[in-house]
Structure formats: C-alpha cells, structure tokens
C-alpha cells in the first residue's frame, strides 16, 4: 500500500523548501527595505534659497548694516544676530554663518497677494487676519504677525492650503504651490505686519552631527522618538515620522524655530549653530535609515524585534526538529 | 527466557537489520545510488561556501559575503548529514534479540549473603557528615539572605521629600547655560536643573541632577497667569515650570504639545494641563506635577524662588499628602 512515488517525495520536501524560500525571501527583503516600503519621498520639496544679494535689491533705499558680537543666545534673533535693515526699521536680513534669515524679495508681494486671494482667504479672511467678511471669526486662524518663515513651512510642506479644514491636523502631503508660490504668500502675509522669524538658510558645511544627535535626543525624541519614526500623542494628534521623506533643510530650520501647530517652538535654548547640527542629524541620518541590522521592524523597539525573533527564530527551529524527526 | 539460554555476551550475534525493500523504508533509500549523488552534491556544495567563507576572511572582503557564505556552508553540511541519516540509514523501530541480563543463581545467593553480613558494619548513620552537610546548607542560607536584609534598610528618612532645588539657584540647561527672560518665546519648551549639577565642561556633576530634579521650563504666555490661587507670583513674564517626574510612576514628562497646552507622559499617557497646574487630565497619573515658585535675580536670570514644596515624583509609602 504505497503512494505513488512523486506524491510521496513532493510532500517530504514541502516542508523544508518552504521554510528555505520563507527564509529567502524574508532575507532579501532585509536587505531592502527600500523595496518594500515603496516610493514614499516626494519631490516637490526643491528648496529655494534667498540669498543675500537679491534681498538687497528692495526698493528701500540705504540699508542700515549691523554687527553683533558677543551676542550669547544668537537664536534666529535679528536683535543678537548681525543684520541689514532699511533705514525705516524695514528688516531685511539676518543671521550668522550656521543660518540667514532674510524675508522674500519685496517684488514677491503682490504676486503674493493674488495667490493669497484664491487659495487661502476663503478660510483665513481677505486680510489674513482670521476674520471673514461678516465680521465673524473665520475657519483658519489669523496669520498676521506669524512671520514669514511660518507661512512658507505650512505651504512648501503641503500642509496649507488644507483638504479637511476639520480634520485635527494638517497632514504633509505633496505641495499644491511651487516653493516660489510658497515665498511669494509668505512676502504678502509678512507685509502686513511684518515679524520674526524670517525664512532661514541653513549652511550645513560645519555641521556637527554627532552633537546633533545629543540635541535632537534631548529636544526632539521625546515626541519623535529616537528614530525619528513619529508617534501618537494627546486627542488625535501625532508627532510626524521624519523618516523616508525629502524634507528640505529649510523646513526643518523653519519647524524648529517656529513650532507648527503643536510642536514647542525653540529659540533661546538652539543657537543657530545647535539648530544646524540637528538639521545635519535629520536630514543626513534619520531622514535616510540605513539599518545595518537588517529590517527596522518600524523602529518601535525590542518588543517588535523579540516578536519576530521568537516567531521566526524559535517557530523556524521548532520546524526544522520536526523535519528532522520526521517517521517515514 | 530462562537461565539455561545464558550466553556468553562477546558472542557475535548478526542483527537483523530491514531489508532495503522493506515496507517503511523510502523512495530514496530504494535508489540509494541517485540519493549517494545528491546529498554528495549538497555536502560538496558546503565545502564550495566553505572555501568562499575562508577566501573572504583571508581577503577581508565585506562581512556580509563571509558570513553569508558561513552560514550557507553550515546549512549545507548538516543538511546533507541530516538528509544521509534520514534517507540513506535504516529506520526502525528495530528489535534486538538477546540474552538474558540476570546472574546465576548461585551468584545472586553469594552477593546477598556478603551484603547482609557486611551491613552489620559498613551501612550505618554518619552523624558527623550530617551534621556538616546542615551546617553548610545553613551558611549558604544565611549568604543568600544578604540581599534581602540589605533591602529592608536603611530607611530613606527625607531623601525621597526633597530635591536638589534651594532658595534663590538659577536654572541653567543640560550644558549648564543659565537661562535668560528672553531664551524662550511663547510656545517654548526646555529642561532645567540646578545651577550647581551641571558643569559646562564635564556635563552633569550628579546623577540626582539628572534624575530628581529635572525640571520642564515652558513659556505658556506672554504674560504671569494664575495656575492655582496662592501661586499668582509663580509664572514671572508667562515662564512656568513643573517637576518632570510623572507622579504615576516617575517617567520624564517631556511631550509637550503647545497649541493643547498639554504635557503628555510616554509611558502611559497621563496628561497634565500646563495653565491649571498640572491637574491630571487623562491617564493614571494620581496628583498634579509639583510646580516650581519662579522668579528672577538681579542679573536676570530665572530662579527658583523656593525649593518644591511636595516630594516630586511617584508616591512613596511614608509620603503624606
């Protein structure tokens, strides 16, 4: 009574040809992850910097440069950093050699104000100021006097113009606008009440990340988590992953001096200097997992990897025993 | 079986081993030649990895390459044994006939005459090893107590109801910077310690600065507010600070979510409202977080303007409130 022999020789190999293709598979797919997640990254984040040369093309006059030495905080604060001003107070630019702040060009304005009318007054008032035309607070919050470097990390970032002006949080997703457009709104916005900070340029040449790190796990982790993978916090709100998407420097400088929604807002505690070294940490390191490891198993830590070393690792071996003692 | 079948046991018996068209034997095992050839495949195979294993460490090539070709070689080789043994052996279960295991008789009458005469002497109580055997078992016992009563004291006294905070220290950062009326804006967030725990050069100069009294400092406003009656003076230009030690059990309370203004703990999801003092608002936390009396000193710097009045952190047995 016996079965023909292919059925018999096939079902004495399932078993451990399987368990050699799981494991195969399960391999490759270590080492790419890349493969798996899918293209995440957008590419509408191009960065545009202002650079000092085009600032001083406003129409303004004689512009007033001042130097600061000594300054202690130095923090994206035009009062402790050397800058440029209008001789009627107008600020053009300021900073230091980790990071310029400098607002758009003042030809951006009234480009700005177009844009501004058909994509943002419907929920932010005509004026930007959170007012709608009957008088009455409007869905969006008043924007004037948030400085320029808010209104540009909002827009560049996709977050503004919303989808759901419901929802709980502004979700990043691909830009609506150019990253001209984006500067563009913020020289409007900022026009009307102009303040700090104003879009900053990053120069990470001297960048320390290894101090970045200790910063970042001292400011940053606590909401980010030390990977940088996101997570979860209070009524329906989460802290952003960081990893896997072309986040610019830019906007990484401008989310931390200017704390979008719930995120603190850090100035004093960063010099500018601390803030380009986290910037380097983020977008050189975190940004980009290389997980010599193996798979990250979403960062989340020891539980997820014990999870898996005991299902695949003690499942496989306990396999693999019976296989061996495995009667004909 | 009986004595009379007693053989003796060097005796050459030839087992009968299945025949190799035995029901239970395998397909393989039928042509054992072909088998031969593929578990030869499979162990030549090994030796291949091996040789790869050896060139890759002799040439320091990437560590990925030699341990990949180790661990294959590995796999190989004890699948091709595993596979020999399992294809290539006779499988049982096998029943060996043979002789009888008892002595004779006679001998057995011999041994158990010696034994009851020499029991007499031999086979008696040993008071003395008994007694040492106990004496080491009660030291071992004793040892192994030691962590346990090192446990039960000292008693803590006050240690757990105080921190490093006094009258009049200026709050400085985690690389022992000071902190200034205008380092944070509103919406702004750091950790403080005590001016003496953190050295600019060396970092934290005691643990207690680390652990005990840490401390958030949040800028809520531009403006003193008013957290509790009694604490009116407490927020100086909108700053208000608050242990970081959750009361549940004693997490850093670091997520701070300015627009809620909300200290979130990450372990288990207490919430504290940072404008009403840090009453809980969800999770398990049982008290509010201690908050620090703040103010500044002539040269502007912020200050604790009195050291906690509560123990911080989780609560304790002999604490009071």
């Known amino acids: 009574v016996r079965a023909p022999i292919k059925r018999t020789v096939g079902s004495r190999f399932l078993l451990p040809v399987g368990l050699l293709s799981v494991a195969a598979l399960a391999s490759l797919a270590m080492f790419f992850p890349g493969a798996l997640a899918g293209a995440s990254g957008h590419s509408d984040a191009a960065q545009v910097s202002i650079t000092p040369g085009e600032v001083t093309t406003h129409a303004c006059g004689t512009v007033n440069v001042k130097g600061v030495t000594n300054s202690v905080t130095n923090a994206g604060n035009p009062f402790l950093s050397s800058s440029k001003t209008c001789l009627n107070g107008h600020l053009i630019s300021y900073g230091n050699t980790a990071i310029t702040y400098a607002n758009p060009p003042q030809a951006f304005v009234s480009a700005g104000r177009l844009l501004f009318a058909q994509t943002c007054s419907s929920c932010h008032g005509s004026e930007a100021n959170g007012v709608n035309p009957e008088g009455q607070a409007a869905i969006g919050p008043n924007l004037q006097g948030v400085g320029a470097a808010t209104v540009d990390f909002w827009v560049s970032t996709g977050r503004m113009p919303a989808t759901d002006v419901q929802a709980v949080e502004a979700e990043r997703k691909p830009s609506r606008l150019t990253p001209v457009q984006a500067l563009e709104l913020a020289a409007w916005v900022n026009s009307l009440d102009p303040a700090v900070p104003a879009v900053p340029n990053p120069h990470l040449a001297g960048a320390d990340q290894s101090a970045g790190q200790d910063l970042f796990s001292l400011n940053c982790a606590a909401c980010h988590t030390i990977e940088g993978s996101g997570d979860a916090l209070a009524f329906g709100t989460n802290a952003p992953s960081l990893q896997n998407r072309s986040v610019t420097a830019q906007q990484v400088v401008e989310a931390i001096r200017t704390g979008p929604a719930n995120m603190p807002r850090f100035s004093g505690n960063l010099t500018d200097r601390q803030v380009t070294d986290i910037v380097s940490y983020v977008t050189g390191r975190l940004q980009h997992p290389t997980n010599p490891g193996g798979a990250a198993l979403g960062g989340v830590g020891p539980v997820a990897e014990g999870f898996v070393a005991l299902l695949i690792g003690v499942g496989g071996l306990a396999l693999i025993c019976f296989w061996i003692g495995e009667r004909s | ?321």
Not at chain 2, 172 to 178: E, F, I, Q
Request: charged share 15%; net charge negative.
């Open chain 2, 1 to 321: 079986v009986s004595d009379t079948d007693h053989q003796p046991s060097r005796t050459r018996v030839p087992m009968p081993i299945a025949a190799l068209s035995d029901p239970h034997m395998g397909d393989a095992a039928k042509n054992p030649d072909r088998t031969e050839k593929i578990i030869g495949l499979i162990l030549f195979v090994s030796i291949v990895f091996f040789a790869v294993a050896g060139a890759a460490y002799v040439q320091n090539w990437n560590p990925w390459t030699f341990g990949g070709a180790l661990g294959a070689g590995l796999f190989a080789l004890g699948f091709g044994l595993t596979a020999w043994g399992k294809y290539l052996m006779p499988q049982g279960p096998f029943v060996e006939e043979r002789h009888t295991l008892a002595s004779t008789s006679e001998e057995r009458d011999t041994m158990s005459a010696a034994l009851v005469e020499r029991s007499a002497v031999v086979v008696k109580r040993r008071k003395m090893l008994g007694g040492l055997f106990a004496a080491g078992a009660t030291v071992f016992g004793i040892v192994a107590a030691f962590p346990l009563i090192r446990s039960l004291g000292p008693l803590p006294g006050t240690s757990l109801e105080t921190t490093g905070w006094r009258k009049g220290m200026v709050l400085v950062d985690s690389t022992g910077r000071p902190v200034r009326r205008d380092t944070l804006v509103v919406g702004g967030i750091m950790t403080v310690y005590p001016q003496d725990t953190v050295d600019p050069q060396n970092g934290f100069i005691t643990d207690q600065g680390q652990a005990v009294d840490q401390t958030v400092l949040i800028r809520v406003s531009d403006q003193p507010f008013t957290t509790e009656p009694g604490r009116e003076s407490w927020t100086p230009d909108g700053y208000v600070a608050y242990s970081k030690l959750c009361t549940h059990l004693g997490c850093p309370v670091g997520l701070y979510e300015q627009e809620l203004e909300l200290l979130v703990c990450p372990c288990h999801q207490s919430m504290f409202n940072v404008r009403n003092g840090a009453v809980p608002q969800f999770g398990p936390a049982p008290r509010p977080l201690p908050q620090m009396h703040l103010g500044y000193n002539d040269d502007g710097y912020l200050i604790a303007m009195a050291p906690y009045n509560q123990p911080v952190g989780p609560g304790f047995w002999e604490r009071n409130s």
